[in-house]
């Protein structure tokens, strides 16, 4: 996994924040721990004091540690929830002036969204299929473009954190967040609206009967309807 990582290295900045992550790992260090001061830590390791110095100033961009002016850094709580909104940012500025690659990220749903129904159909609650039907019923009832958007990111968005995997959740979000633009462009949403709420009908039914083999069928089926239609137009 270190060879994995140490390949991932773009320069010296990403290496020296490797080695910082290593050591705080190491150590067993917990969020609001306070790291050794930058000589210190240049000593141990075995590097210069300006390699340190930039490797935290990167360390911190990303989230990772808190540099608190005149006292030192700090490991910060590095959260899922706490790196979503960067990452998403990310994600949006690299395609800021070109069309985000729709057939890709569809694709991409599919895998995932088979996989979370799969899972979701052996772990439901209780509570996790009376949101999902909230949801349902608040569909039927939508009758603007966007507000039919939203409710079909909020369905697949609880589907993701009914899995009890933050990992599917913030993924869901992510695509969800790249995907919106053109959704809200695409002139057959409304009209095809109807089908994509029979499908997630279908979907929930399915989880209710904790049928993990069709509710993987369904997701992935709803899915590829526009990827499929992209394909067929590009």
């Known amino acids: 996994m270190d060879q994995v990582l140490d390949s991932l290295c773009r320069d010296e ?7 910082l992550v290593r050591y705080i790992r190491e150590k067993g260090m917990k969020p609001g721990d306070k790291l050794p001061s930058i000589r ?12 340190v110095r930039s490797g935290c100033l990167r360390a911190a961009a990303m989230g990772v ?11 910060a709580d590095v959260t899922l929830s706490g790196i979503i909104g960067p990452f998403t940012l990310l994600f949006e500025a690299m395609y800021m002036n070109v069309q ?9 749903k599919t895998t995932l969204e088979r996989g979370i129904a799969k899972r979701v159909a052996v772990i439901r609650t209780i509570e996790d299929l009376a949101e999902l039907k909230r949801l349902l019923d608040a569909m039927e009832t939508a009758t603007e473009h966007a507000e039919m958007v939203r409710l079909d990111e909020l369905f697949h968005e609880k589907l993701a954190s009914s899995t009890r995997n933050p990992l599917f959740f913030s993924l869901m979000q992510v695509i969800h967040s790249m995907l919106r633009q053109s959704r809200l462009s695409y002139k057959d949403f409304v009209s095809e609206f109807p089908q994509s709420r029979k499908d997630h009908r279908a979907l929930y039914e399915a989880l209710r009967d904790q049928d993990a083999l069709k509710a993987g069928d369904i997701a992935e089926q709803h899915s590829n309807r526009r990827k499929l239609l992209l394909v067929k137009n590009y």
């Open 40 to 51: 210190t830590f240049a000593t141990e390791l075995g590097v210069s004091q300006s390699q």
């Open 65 to 75: 540690l808190k540099i608190v002016p005149r006292s030192g850094c700090y490991l």
């Open 13 to 19: 900045e990403d290496r020296m924040v490797l080695t």
């Open 100 to 108: 985000p690659p729709l057939i890709d990220l569809y694709e991409l």
